[in-house]
């Protein structure tokens, strides 16, 4: 497994803009995908993005298409969301997480964890 570490959340108005990092431990984070996962109050953990170990294959959930956009730089083993346009529904806890296999949206496939980030949208 790899260890994670989210940063870069915190709190901002409707329409405004936050970038998330997640930063891997160890020298494999390129054997890795990589997807991102949010929990709001009260709901289950759900999809956001995923990333390909080459960053060239990306997917996300329908709610986020066109506002977030995910990156990753292997050789500073850290991953990026990109968010654009936030609303109040996007308020959760954001979490990364990695697996070796395919890009996956099921978030049982993944089996390395971070801690999270939360992320506030103001009305």
């Known amino acids: 497994q790899v260890q994670l570490v989210e940063s870069g959340g915190g709190l901002v108005q409707t329409g405004g803009s936050l970038r998330l990092s997640c930063a891997a431990s160890?020298?494999?984070?390129?054997?890795?995908?990589m997807g991102w996962f949010r929990q709001a109050p009260g709901k289950e953990r759900e999809f956001v993005a995923t990333?390909?170990?080459?960053?060239?294959?990306?997917y996300y959930a329908d709610s986020v298409k066109r506002r977030f956009t995910v990156s990753r730089d292997n050789a500073k083993n850290t991953g990026y969301l990109q968010m654009n346009s936030l609303k109040p529904k996007d308020t959760a806890v954001y979490y990364c997480?990695?697996?070796?296999?395919?890009?996956?949206?099921?978030?049982?496939?993944?089996?390395?964890w971070g801690q999270g980030t939360q992320v506030t949208v103001s009305s």
């Open positions: 990333i390909s170990r080459s960053g060239g294959i990306t």
């Open positions: 160890g020298r494999t984070f390129s054997t890795y995908v």
């Open positions: 997480a990695a697996r070796r296999d395919r890009n996956d949206c099921d978030v049982r496939a993944y089996d390395s």
